[in-house]
């Protein structure tokens, strides 16, 4: 289906391409968000009078979203977590929760505008990309912790999984005694003191 784009759609094309793309995308996404017009005769003629209409509002929305970037651009947001010893979050971080804080902050972020590829299911620092406007889009650092402590650690650039695996490992040593058999359970005297 063919269709004339009336805002930028990453991946597609600019305002006013006339672009093929599939009958379901078309009538389950771009034409119910008024991001598109089917591409027929009446359709162009419609779209060719409104042309400079829609190129003002598309630059109005524009730059109030750089103008509300600005406060978010590189902003670390921290959030503290239950956690299993492994980093497993009992739960995940989503988008909705990542536009709350951001509200909180004084931001104006919709949910919708928060893309994350998958939640985040463990801790660490993640960074998640906000889209406030089609042609206008910032990334910020997510710190998932278990305590204020760890995420300050994490925020300095510190693995704290990988410092907790290492710290239980040298926690412990086995004498080793080549001589031993399998499955023998080594007593507290030693071979000479056996005589």
Known sequence: MDVILLERVEKLGQIGDVVSVKTGFARNF?????????????????????????????????????????????????????????????????????????????????????IL?????????????????????????VNVARSPEEAEMQAQGVDVMAQMFERDEAGFTEAYDPNAEPGEIQSDAGPADEA
């Open 30 to 114: 771009l034409l119910p968000r008024k991001k598109a017009l089917r591409a027929n005769e009446a359709n162009k003629k419609v779209f060719e009078a409104n042309k400079a209409n829609i190129v003002a509002e598309n630059a109005t929305r524009r730059s109030e979203a750089e103008a509300a970037s600005k406060g978010i651009e590189g902003k670390t947001l921290t959030l503290i977590r239950q956690a299993s010893n492994t980093g497993q979050l009992y739960g995940s971080v989503s988008a909705r929760d990542l536009a709350d804080l951001l509200v909180e902050d004084g931001a104006k972020v919709a949910r919708n505008q928060v």
């Open 117 to 141: 590829d998958r939640p985040i299911k463990a801790i660490g620092v993640t960074e998640v990309k906000i889209v406030l406007h089609p042609e206008v889009s910032l990334t910020i650092k």
